[in-house]
Structure formats: structure tokens, C-alpha cells
């Protein structure tokens, strides 16, 4: 292979690299939060935490299963215990015991009766594991939130480019238009003036807008998880209806009583709480087990073993032990229970109260932004028509280029106020949602009592 081709080789593979790199994502909605879901590391974590508060489940449950322990020890002895014993032909020498000497025990151990405390220690681990999943749950929520939040926001940001590019285009129209008034001698120098200088006044917030484009791009790529150098398109609208009844906050509040993460994992908190005191209160009861225990032991001199030298044994029986007196760490941890669990009932109280206004405030906000939404859309159809109409009035004569000017100005503001009453109306929507806890979760059966 000469060095043209070779040439020609490599300039083939980085085009082909350059093409890769180049090409278009597509994305809906639900791919970004696919990809969120996937990638975000508080998230990853969160389902960790979830992983490993099961574990703690099964280390209750294995409380109150049968404890099955096998043991097994070798001796051997290099010098046996010798006695002097008195006999009828006077003192002689006994040796006791053999060289070798192995044996195994099995024991099997079922507790019968705990106070209680074995059932309140499974019910409580399952109660913190229920809680780390309504944590996971609040985690996902975020994640929506802030991925559909910056869908919305790049979403804006295009819109707003339309808008600004819209505007300088009418604007450098206006600016040829008043040109040939001036060729015709109905217009002043001045007029020339000020509409070139709206031009150039209009570029900067051309950039600008192209400028907030950039970011918003490059922070839904950060959100989701995808290189800033994707050349990203979206693909999708504003949210215009909620998958919640919007019946008003008297309900909103019930319904996020009963769903919100961050409510039920208090109420699994307080749940887990009670049985620590249980746990507690335990100590003081009585403790019954049952005991069976199997053993074989061999001795002998010798390393071949006959069946004269084994021995077998086993035995049942029942182990009661009566708590009587502990230095006062029963009562101590008892009352320190009780005072954990008063603790997190008013942490849930305060909680109560903070989601009462939590979706006040987004009840409020949402409707705020609907009227908003209705006011400015009507708004950007009458200052359209009203821009027209000015436009073919001033190339007949019958208004001046000031009256053009105000005219598109107001057109800007509108379309300007309209594209973003549309992003908070979205935005307003994935807030409601969250406050009552249902954001992303249409699928209730999903979601464990």
C-alpha cells in the first residue's frame, strides 16, 4: 500500500469519524427521562440504599429462624494425665485419657418466645425499607422534574430565537421600506435614522438569544447524561394538561397526603419507631429457646479408629433466661424510643403543614399561568394584526414610521411574553405535580402501600 493510499485511507476513516460525531440525536420527552433514569448517580445511589435496606430485612428474618451450628475440634495429647491410687497391693500409677481425641458436635437452636421482640425487629426493618423507597421515589420525582424543566427551558430558548430572529428580520424590512419613503420624498432623514438604529439595536438580542440557546442545551445534555458535543434536537411540545385531576387544593392536598414520598416515608418512620420501642420493651420479657444437640467423639491411641472407640451422644432441652436486673438499660433505651418517635411525629406535623403550602402556592401558581397563557396569546394575535395594519398605513402615507416602530415593538413583547407564559405553564404543571407526589407515576399499582 503506497503513501497515496494510505492517504486516502485515513482521510476516509476521519470523515467517517467526523460524520459520527456530527450526527443528529433526536429526542422526545421520555427518552431524556430514559436516559436520566439511567444515568444519574444521586439515582444509582438511591437504588443502592434500597438494595441494601432489604438486606436488613433478611437479617430480621433470620432472627426468628432455627440457628443450625456445626462444630468439630482435634486434640492431641503428647503427655496424659497420670494419679497415684491406693489399691490392695499398695500405690500404683493410672494413666487417664488417649493420645488422640477428635470430636463434633451439631446443635440446633429454635427460639420459642422473645417477648416480642423478633416480630417487631422484622417489622421495623420492613418499615425502613419501605421508607428508602419512598426516598428513591423523591429522588425520581426530582430527576423528572429538572429533566422536563430543562426540556421546557431549551424548548423556550428556540422559541425566544424565532422570536428575536422574527423581529430583526420585520425590523430591517421596515428599515427597506422606510428607504424607498425617502427615495419618494415622504420621509425624513430622522425616520431613516431611528429605523436603521433599531436594526442594529435588535442584533445584540439576537445574540443573546442565541447565546441562552447554547446554555439551555448544554445544561439538558448535563441532565440527562449526554456529551456536549451531541448535536441534540428535541422533539415535543410544552405540557399543556396534568395527569392529576386539577380539582383544586382541598383535594390536591388529600391526594398528596396519601402519595406524596416524603409524607409516607414519615408515616413508615413513625411505623418503624413504634416497634423500636417494642424492641425495647423486650428486654424486660423472658426469653425461651429450644436446644438439640448431637455429638461424636473418638478417642484412642492409635490413628486406626475401631467402633469400639466412638461415641455417640444427643440431647433436648429448653434454655429460659428471666431478664432481673440490667443496670436500668432497658428503662434508658425504652425512653430514649419514645422520645425518637415523639420526635419524628412533630418533624411529620411540621411536614403536614409545609405541604398544605406547598400546594397552595403551586395551585396558585398554575392558575396564574394559565390566565397568563390565555391573556398573552390573545395579545400576540391583536399586536400582529395591529403591526399590519400599520405597516400598510404607513407605506400609504396615513402613519408614521414611529407609529411602525411602537407597533413592532409591542409585536416582540408579545410573542416574547407568549412563548414564555407557554414554558411556565408547562413548568407550573411538572411543580404541581411534584407537590402532591405524583410527577411520572400515572401507574399507581406500581407504587407499594
Known sequence: MNATTILKVSLAILALA??????????????????????????????????????????????????????????RNWKLPTSVLDGPNGPSRVTFG???????????????YAGGGIAAGWRESRHFERASRESLREIQQSVHAEVETAFYDLLLAQDLVQVSDLALDRARRNFKQVQLVRRAGRASRFDLIRAEVRVLQLRPDSISASRDLKLADITIKNVIGVDVSTNLELS???????TVPLAGPES?????LEWRPDYRRQSHRIAARRQSIKIAQADRMPTLDFVATGQLQVQSD??????????????????????????????????????????????????????????????????????????????????????????????EGLSTQLDVMVAQLSLLQAETDFARAKRDRGVAIVQLEQSVGLLGESDLSSVSP
Not at 390536591?252 to 398528596?256: E, K, M
Open 252 to 256: 390536591l392536598i388529600a391526594t398528596s
Open 302 to 395: 492409635q490413628f486406626d479408629f475401631t467402633s469400639d472407640d466412638v461415641r455417640r451422644s444427643w440431647f433436648t432441652g429448653l434454655d429460659l433466661r428471666f431478664p432481673i436486673f440490667d443496670g436500668l438499660k432497658t428503662r434508658a433505651s425504652i425512653s430514649r424510643a419514645q422520645i425518637d418517635l415523639r420526635r419524628t411525629e412533630l418533624e411529620t406535623e411540621n411536614l403536614e403543614r409545609r405541604i398544605q403550602l406547598d400546594i397552595h402556592s403551586a395551585w396558585l401558581t398554575y392558575k396564574e399561568t394559565v390566565d397568563r397563557l390565555d391573556a398573552q396569546s390573545r395579545a400576540a394575535e391583536l399586536t400582529a394584526e395591529g403591526l399590519r395594519a400599520v405597516e400598510v398605513q404607513y407605506s
Open 236 to 242: 415535543g411540545s410544552f405540557r399543556e394538561t396534568s
Open 98 to 112: 488417649t493420645k488422640n481425641v477428635a470430636s463434633s458436635s451439631l446443635t440446633l437452636r429454635q427460639s420459642l
Open 18 to 75: 467526523h460524520a459520527a460525531s456530527s450526527e443528529q440525536m433526536v429526542i422526545t420527552l421520555q427518552d431524556g427521562l430514559r436516559m436520566a433514569f439511567d444515568r444519574n448517580e444521586i439515582l444509582r445511589a438511591a437504588r443502592g440504599d434500597v438494595d441494601r435496606a432489604h438486606t436488613f430485612v433478611n437479617e430480621a428474618l433470620g432472627d426468628g429462624l432455627p440457628l443450625l451450628r456445626a462444630s468439630a475440634t482435634y486434640n
